[in-house]
């Protein structure tokens, strides 16, 4: 039982690239969220998915796009890097009954 | 912005003493979480407190949730080095999404 696990852990981009970063669990949880964390400033939400096949913006949602094909996974995608998307972007999953949520390891991109 | 505010930032802490960190919401909470993350790692999950009032201990530290459902403690008694981290507060305003506070991150004074 892995739990959450986020590919990969760590990515250096230009500004104007793209990349996809993955996050898979096995717990058969419903929920899934994609955050970013940025010192000083908490956790905060880019999207979250209720089941699979759907997605909703969150609180920060600008640049980034998710997709959810399949309940075990959800995957966040950066069109166009910008410096400012420079940060640490961690996965979570919860169980419908309480929203305690299980975070992933992280990913941490740098966009140069 | 963020609906939950968390204070202080920083807490720096002698080994041995208590602290306390404060978590304050605008609006009415329908639970409130609390994860601590060590340096490098990611948050994992306290504890959740869901009744007005609450009070929920796991050994040194004591969570509280106001009657008001708006504002959450953590308090920490007898501060070891191994309670290092942040400790960040999350509260369910209702919908399926957690808003986090910034957190408190705590070093300890051996």
């Known amino acids: 039982n892995a739990g959450v696990t986020q590919t990969p852990k760590f990515r250096v981009l230009k500004t104007g690239q793209s990349m996809t970063l993955l996050c898979a669990q096995d717990?058969?949880?419903?929920?899934m969220y994609w955050y970013r964390q940025d010192p000083g400033m908490g956790l905060r939400l880019i999207h979250y998915s209720v089941g699979e096949g759907t997605t909703a913006k969150g609180e920060v949602p600008d640049g980034y796009n998710v997709s959810r094909l399949k309940k075990q996974n959800f995957l966040l995608g950066l069109e166009s890097a910008a410096p400012s998307q420079t940060s640490v972007y961690f996965c979570a999953s919860s169980i419908l009954l309480t929203y305690e949520q299980y975070f992933g390891p992280g990913t941490r991109l740098t966009v140069t | 912005g963020q609906q939950v505010m968390q204070i202080p930032q920083y807490q720096h802490v002698q080994e041995g003493e208590d602290f306390t960190t404060y978590c304050n919401s605008s609006?009415?909470?329908?639970?409130i979480q609390w994860y601590k993350q060590r340096p490098g790692g990611h948050p994992v999950f306290l504890i959740q407190l869901v009744k007005s009032g609450e009070v929920k201990k796991q050994k040194r530290l004591t969570f509280q949730f106001g009657e008001a459902k708006k504002n959450s403690s953590l308090h920490i008694t007898a501060t070891q080095t191994t309670d290092v981290g942040t400790y960040f507060c999350a509260g369910l305003h209702g919908d399926y999404k957690l808003s986090f506070g910034a957190g408190t991150t705590v070093t300890v004074r051996a």
């Open positions: 609006t009415t909470l329908s639970n």
């Open positions: 717990m058969n949880h419903e929920y």
